[in-house]
């Protein structure tokens, strides 16, 4: 069944804070990895995954057996060249504390609209439960294509080690 969006108007944004940046989209995604929100560090820096405890770009390079680079523009051609689009399913919410799961009253980016919009999107992937969990909470799944969940490449999540975290994607993205 595809439904863009459970919720009815009642959640407009207008006393929400945004909390997400734009997507970031290749011609011909194959691969949607959706994060929760973008914490601090990366509001500051206006970056997807800017803190550098975290571990996201280092396992995307490692998946895609590229030579790593800390320069954001080099990280994005690295996505859109490998068919990676990203984005977080929060576009509003009021902010609680820091962390992936202090967002309350949220409003989410239109995920489904744009997965409708590139046929080539074969598979999404939450990276890490609370995304997924927020996603199902607003949306249901669209037919043909393949869900993930992986873990949380935070810096928050400690309970793994950056090598379990890496094996854990590298056998999941198709």
Known sequence: MNKS????DSNLP???ERVCFDPI?????????????????ELRKQ???????????KIIYEVTEEVFSKNYADRIDLLKRNHIAIWDICQFGERVRPGASNVKNEVPNPINEIV???PSVKQIIFNGQKAHDLYFK???????????????????NTRFSFREKLNNW?????
């Open 5 to 8: 969006n459970k919720n009815n």
């Open 138 to 156: 607003h949306f249901t799944e669209i037919e043909g294509i393949i869900y993930e969940v992986v873990l949380s490449t935070s810096p928050a």
């Open 47 to 57: 970056e997807y995954y800017a803190n550098n405890g975290n571990s996201f770009w």
């Open 14 to 16: 207008y006393l929400k």
């Open 116 to 118: 409708q919009m590139y």
């Open 170 to 174: 590298k056998t999941t993205i198709l």
């Open 25 to 41: 989209l290749p011609l011909y995604p194959k691969i949607f990895i959706i994060g929760t929100k973008p914490g601090n560090q």
